[in-house]
């Protein structure tokens, strides 16, 4: 149990900074997300928070104590990694309470947490089998156990789910959000994937190359991007973003098309991003953007039609009620909802 | 396990064919021999000979010179299979904390492997030798009266350690190679686990190296038994005394010096089955200790 303070926490490799200053302060039992593409700096984050990584500037506390110095065994945290790094040679047991033996508990605490970690997670039957005597979500439950048994400060994942398949995914994640509400604990979580972070989170931190983007709860990065990267990331089918020129109170659209937007502010270009389930189809394409259909995906409760705006080759996703007679070759007149609209800066990405 | 269909008899026999016969002609022809040779009794111009049946064995194994190269024996392989290894494993390990020309460091580790046994033998030999050896003399001024000339534990001291300083390269290759097949999140998890460097490496890195020790053992020992002989040939020539004098030693001495080809060809039938029983026991006994990854 423990806050977690990340105080202009930078990374710096052969001189380049790869974290760029990220201040953040995680309350206890909270659920933080830590989310991006490949590459972003998400996993160096969780891994300096481990004490894997070494800090190159900035402090991080955890629980009241700056850890910048201690060593990963010093800072009071349980891990799970990707890959899950089960000791291969060791029974389930033995994986699950190797800490705590090091620790030098008591044998009779041991058994008892051991036997409670191993009755939350299901893994009672598998506690003498080996590793590799496991399947994928076996294995990834036994990792969260050997977490589990430490009762730790703070839970750091690194992406658990990505190995496994979408069923067990999806299992895996409901396990681990029960797992959180029955231990409270202090969480940080790495995924590349926006439905986990989405469902799982109680605060995201939206990475884009080693920027913390926007640290907000999922439905207020949702609602309100902070920059365009996110609001390209976050949402899925990705949102529609096309630079348009503003003039007069409408928006001037790729293909030279006027669409009359009340309430926009300043002129000039800007980015302005649209959610397909944030657009209506207009009864005709006059007044509205008109977009020609490449192709319709139908999901059942829904529908989402692939197009280009006419005469342009700027994209267009729409979302179409899931009986919709609409084909390719279609030409629909869209218009966003009212205040779904998203202006971002050309030059800076941030929200207008 | 994939098998392959040879569309013909006569090909798979082609294809083996070179392997199969280098082992016929180098081993299983000259065992042959070996095996009648010590059934036999040369007269000592080597014009005629007589069976004798199992007497050159009675004879041999009563041999309290034989007893003592067996002893001998046992103490040089024991310590020249373990010793290499030790300090293989320790040298690994510190080579995979380097950061910068860890290449150099290992091409450097592996040289001495490239050296013929004989000259590796000479190397140490010179070095050590009592009146112009270089680390000779600084041993007699720390009060050391090294002689591996007379004293026979100097000598033994001396060809273990020529016989260890060469298989240390090859050890030290083949633990580098196991130490990196190690995922490394294996130690990130034990270091949030709470364990120490020397709790991970006793706990983790050392019963994952397992595959890599236990094929070391084996080779080690084939080297300690049969290997050494050019060193123990270079160095001591089996002396001072018969304090050097290993089996494969004797075998050569007996058989090729002293021209009794019976009693050698006995003693090499023996230690032939004494390696053949080693090697069963630690495939049997210790193999089933250790865990392929």
Redesign the interface.
């Known amino acids: 149990m423990a806050r977690i303070l990340l105080n202009d926490l930078r990374k710096t490799y052969d001189g380049q900074e790869v974290i760029h200053g990220i201040t953040m302060d995680i309350a206890d039992g909270e659920f933080v997300v830590i989310v991006g593409p490949s590459g972003c700096g998400k996993s160096t984050l969780l891994r300096m928070v481990?004490?894997?990584e070494g800090i190159s500037s900035g402090t991080i506390e955890i629980g009241g104590k700056v850890v910048n110095a201690l060593?990963?065994?010093d800072r009071n945290?349980?891990?799970v990694?990707q890959?899950y790094?089960?000791?291969?040679?060791m029974s389930v047991r033995e994986n699950m309470i190797?800490?705590l033996k090091?620790?030098k508990m008591p044998r009779a605490e041991i058994e008892e947490r051991l036997m409670r970690a191993a009755k939350m997670l299901e893994l009672e039957p598998y506690l003498d089998r080996k590793p590799r005597a496991l399947s994928g979500g076996q294995r990834q439950r036994v990792a969260m156990g050997?977490a589990l048994v430490?009762d730790p400060a703070a839970f750091l994942l690194d992406e658990p789910l990505s190995n496994l398949d979408a069923k067990l995914r999806l299992q895996m994640r409901l396990q681990i959000k029960e797992m959180h509400l029955r231990t409270g604990q202090t969480t940080l979580y790495v995924t590349h994937d926006q439905v986990e972070a989405m469902t799982l989170a109680d605060r995201l931190i939206v990475m884009n190359a080693g920027i913390a983007d926007q640290i907000g709860t999922p439905l207020e990065v949702y609602e309100r991007p902070a920059t365009e990267f996110v609001a390209g990331f976050i949402g899925s089918p990705a949102m529609n973003i096309l630079t348009v020129t503003v003039s007069e109170g409408a928006a001037i659209l790729p293909g030279n098309r006027r669409l009359p937007l009340p309430g926009l502010p300043g002129a000039g270009e800007f980015r302005l991003g649209m959610r397909p389930e944030d657009l209506r189809v207009a009864e005709s394409t006059e007044g509205a953007i008109p977009v020609e259909l490449r192709s319709v995906e139908r999901l059942g409760a829904d529908a989402f039609g692939y197009g280009l705006i006419e005469g342009t080759d700027v994209p267009m996703t729409v979302r179409l009620p899931g009986n919709s007679a609409a084909k390719r070759g279609d030409r629909l007149g869209v218009l966003p909802e009212d205040g779904r609209l998203h202006l971002f800066s050309v030059a800076t990405g941030k929200r207008v | 396990m994939r098998r392959t269909v040879f569309p013909h008899k006569f090909l798979p026999w082609l294809l083996l064919a070179p392997q199969l016969l280098v082992t016929l002609i180098f081993f299983y022809w000259p065992a042959g021999q070996a095996f009648r040779q010590s059934m036999l009794k040369e007269d000592p111009f080597g014009l005629s000979s007589t069976f004798v049946g199992l007497a050159n064995f009675r004879r041999v194994l009563s041999d309290p010179g034989y007893l003592n190269a067996l002893q001998v024996t046992v103490v040089f392989s024991l310590l020249v299979a373990f010793i290499p290894m030790a300090i293989a494993l320790f040298l690994a390990v510190q080579a995979e904390k380097i950061t910068r020309g860890k290449g150099l460091y290992r091409t450097l580790m592996i040289w001495p492997y490239a050296v013929a046994t004989a000259i590796a033998g000479m190397l140490w030999l010179f070095m050590f030798n009592p009146s112009f050896g270089t680390l000779a003399w600084p041993l007699k001024q720390l009060g050391i009266n090294w002689n591996p000339l007379l004293n026979p534990n100097h000598a033994m001291i001396l060809v273990v350690a020529a016989a260890t300083w060469k298989q240390i390269s090859y050890n030290f290759l083949f633990f580098v190679a196991g130490l990196q097949a190690i995922?490394h999140?294996?130690l990130?998890?034990?270091?949030?686990?709470?364990?120490?460097r020397r709790?991970a490496f006793w706990?983790?890195v050392f019963?994952?190296l397992?595959p890599t020790t236990f094929f070391l053992l084996v080779v080690n020992t084939v080297y300690a038994l049969f290997d050494t002989f050019g060193i123990i040939h270079a160095v001591t020539g089996g002396g001072p005394g018969k304090a050097t004098e290993t089996l494969v030693y004797k075998v050569y001495n007996d058989g090729f010096v002293n021209l009794n080809m019976g009693d050698s060809a006995a003693q090499s039938v023996i230690l032939m089955l004494i390696v053949i029983a080693l090697t069963a026991v630690q495939f049997r006994y210790i193999e089933r200790r250790v865990?392929y990854?």
């Not at chain 1, 790094?85 to 040679?89: D, F, K, Q, R, S």
């Not at chain 2, 990130?188 to 120490?196: C, F, L, P, T, W």
């Open positions: 481990a004490g894997l060593e990963p065994r945290i349980a891990m990694f890959n790094a089960l000791y291969p040679h190797y800490g090091i620790a050997r430490r | 995922p999140s294996l990130e998890a034990a270091a949030i686990d709470g364990a120490s709790h706990t983790i019963p994952l397992a865990h990854g």
